[in-house]
Every structure is written in structure tokens, then in C-alpha cells.
């Protein structure tokens, strides 16, 4: 009779609280995966356990990833970690439910991608994509892109089976006779004017086939002041030189002569997800600045021949004026850590001289 009384109290209790605790997903990483399955993914959101704890029935929580349950562990109230069931391509709902009474979904959560699809092209970011875009002093920025093709057939770059894509509007509209980079050449592409509210690069998807033959040259100028500098180098990063939940970036000067920019990417099309900012002085491991960060998206856009790719993107303008408490020192060390671990990172800091606009750089090493 008391363990009776004592299950509908919790029966009770528990649905009292559902409805004022409701709860719901909100993000997913990685969100895409083979149709084979065995993606081990992390779903956040809130609200994932129901508040009731001692003396209630047993939690009868499943996940599925478009209506196919998938193996989950319950990390906390805010975190599930999941392995991915296989699934026809793509893109799916995730539900979360509780026995009959609670749900959650995520909408378009997941994306199942053919196995031969993820394997054919390899993700390379471009981290700076503009053409003449003004700058504080009078500045004028221009980013030279170019590309060296050393293998012994021509390379595509426009096409839905093309062999570099996407390059976006502008080398749509502008670059009709560059269809294809020659044979042992190379080749200067346009990139396409980053328009407002984008990041500050972008994506392309490079044919697995051709990537070790191809060799990239990233550089931004100051077309103001072309006659006094030629410009700063800005690595062009590759699939495989992203960073697992963790990037170190050293030595950056805090001197008010100088502005300094911190610019993250990942190269999936994750938006949402959270990045924790660390700063340090040099010679110390307790931080002088703590903040979070998230990564955003521009558009929800698919990548392909026609729309170019903008990765997920965050950053700071100024680091001094955001955190003024870092120019006590002379020099900093940034460290940024992913709400997800498995989350691909890559970022740089850019340093430019008020009075040269001459830049240099912090990458990770």
C-alpha cells in the first residue's frame, strides 16, 4: 500500500514538474554521419531528465535518429551521448523520448550521408574571403587566393561533379574562362565578396583524388598601403590539420598599438555550439579572462556547386577593448575548449599595427 502511495506521488510529482520543466534539444555534435551508423554523436539541450530522483519508477528514456532507436548514455540533465544508427541518406529528425508522457525533437538534426560521399572530397577552409572591404584608418582589404595544380590533368572548379566546389557567385559570374586550373599550373581564383553578416571565409569541398596535388597561397593585403607591404600569409587549412576540442594559440602582444582580432571555425555545418575562452599571461597557467563563445552559421544553405559553404564561425574584434584586464601583462596565451570534445576546431589570431595596418599572425602550432 505505501509503495503504492509512494510511486503515483512520483508518478505525480514527475508530471507536475514535466510541465514546468519542459524539455528540449538544441544542438547535436557531429551532425552528420555515414548511412552505415556508429556515429558516436553529443546531444545537448535542457531539461533531458525529469527532475524526479528517489523512490520513482526507473527512467525510460530511448533516442532516436529518424524513428530508429539509437544506443544512448545519460551523461546529465543537459547532456545524452548517442552512437548513430544505420539509415537511408538523409537528413532526420532526433527525438527524445521518456515513455509516452515526454519528448523532445530536433528538427533536421542529423544528416545521413552515403559512404561514397565521405569519402570522395575532403573539407578545406579558406579562413579570409573578401575583395576590397574597408578596414579601420583608411584601410582597404583584399584577400589573393591561389592554387597550384601539379598534377598532370586539368583540375574543375565549376560543375556539380567538379573537382574543387564550391567558389560561390562571384567566379560563377566572373570567371567563365576558369573553368579549370591547368596542368602543372597555377592558378589565381577569385573568392566571392563576403556579404553582410557572413564569416569571415569560407569552405571548399576538394576531390580526394587531386587534394595531394594541390598546394594553396592565402594572402591579405592592404591595397591603401600595397606600395609599403605585400601583404601577410594566412594558412589555408586542410581537413586533417583541425583540432579536436582543444587549440593553443601563443604569444600575443597586448600593447595598444596594436589590434588584435581571434577568429574560430569548424568546418562542419555545427552552428550553436559553444566554445569556452581561456586567456593567460605567458608565464602563468591561472586565467586573466574567462568567457564563452558560440559558433554560428550564416546561412542554412546546402553545400554544392551553387551555393558557396560558410563554415560555423565566432570570434573577437578587439581582445584588449573586450577584455581590458589582459593588458596588464605584455603578452597572452589563448586556450579554447569545445562544449564538445570530438568538435573540429581550428582558429588564428590576427595582430595589425594601428599606424602600418602591416598584420602578423598567431596560429596553432
Known amino acids: 500500500m505505501l509503495r503504492g502511495l509512494v510511486i503515483s506521488f512520483c508518478v505525480l510529482f514527475l508530471g507536475s514538474a514535466a510541465h514546468a520543466q519542459i524539455p528540449a534539444l538544441t544542438g547535436v555534435a557531429p551532425n552528420s554521419g555515414p548511412t ?202 586542410r581537413e586533417h590539420e583541425f583540432r579536436s576540442g582543444t587549440v593553443q594559440l601563443l604569444n600575443i602582444p597586448t600593447d595598444d598599438k596594436f589590434r588584435q582580432t581571434l577568429r574560430i571555425y569548424t568546418p562542419g555545418s555545427e552552428t550553436g555550439s559553444d566554445v569556452r575562452l581561456l586567456i593567460y599571461p605567458m608565464d602563468s597557467s591561472v586565467p586573466i579572462a574567462d568567457a564563452t563563445l558560440r559558433l554560428t552559421r550564416s546561412n542554412s544553405e546546402p553545400c554544392d556547386s551553387l551555393f558557396v559553404c560558410y563554415p560555423a564561425y565566432g570570434g573577437v574584434a578587439f581582445l584588449t577593448e573586450s577584455y581590458p584586464a589582459i593588458k596588464a601583462v605584455s603578452a597572452v596565451r589563448i586556450e579554447l575548449r569545445a562544449a564538445f570534445p570530438n568538435l573540429k576546431l581550428w582558429a588564428f589570431a590576427s595582430i595589425t599595427n594601428n599606424e602600418t595596418q602591416q598584420v602578423t599572425t598567431s596560429t596553432p602550432q
Open 36 to 237: 552505415t551508423g556508429g556515429t558516436e554523436v553529443t546531444v545537448i539541450g535542457v531539461n533531458l531528465i525529469p527532475p524526479c530522483q528517489i523512490l520513482c519508477p526507473p527512467l525510460a528514456l530511448t533516442i532516436e535518429f529518424g524513428n530508429t532507436p539509437a544506443a544512448l548514455t545519460v551523461v546529465n540533465s543537459t547532456t545524452i551521448k548517442a552512437v548513430t544508427p544505420a539509415h537511408q541518406p538523409g537528413t532526420v529528425d532526433i527525438v527524445l523520448k521518456n515513455g509516452p508522457s515526454m519528448f523532445a525533437t530536433l528538427r533536421n538534426g542529423f544528416t545521413y550521408v552515403a559512404a561514397t560521399e565521405t569519402e570522395d572530397y575532403e573539407t578545406v577552409l579558406v579562413p579570409q574571403a573578401f575583395s576590397l572591404t574597408p578596414g579601420r584608418f583608411g584601410s582597404l582589404w583584399k584577400s589573393e587566393f591561389f592554387v597550384l595544380n601539379q598534377s598532370d590533368r586539368p583540375v574543375s572548379v565549376k560543375g556539380a561533379d567538379s573537382d574543387i566546389q564550391p567558389l560561390g557567385d562571384e567566379c560563377t559570374r566572373e570567371c567563365s574562362a576558369r573553368d579549370a586550373i591547368p596542368a602543372r599550373t597555377a592558378f589565381d581564383l577569385p573568392l566571392k565578396r563576403t556579404p553582410p553578416g557572413a564569416p569571415p571565409g569560407v569552405l571548399l569541398h576538394v576531390r580526394k583524388s587531386v587534394a595531394s596535388s594541390l598546394h594553396y597561397s592565402l594572402r591579405i593585403r592592404d591595397l591603401s598601403r600595397q606600395a609599403d607591404s605585400a601583404g601577410t600569409e594566412i594558412p589555408v587549412v
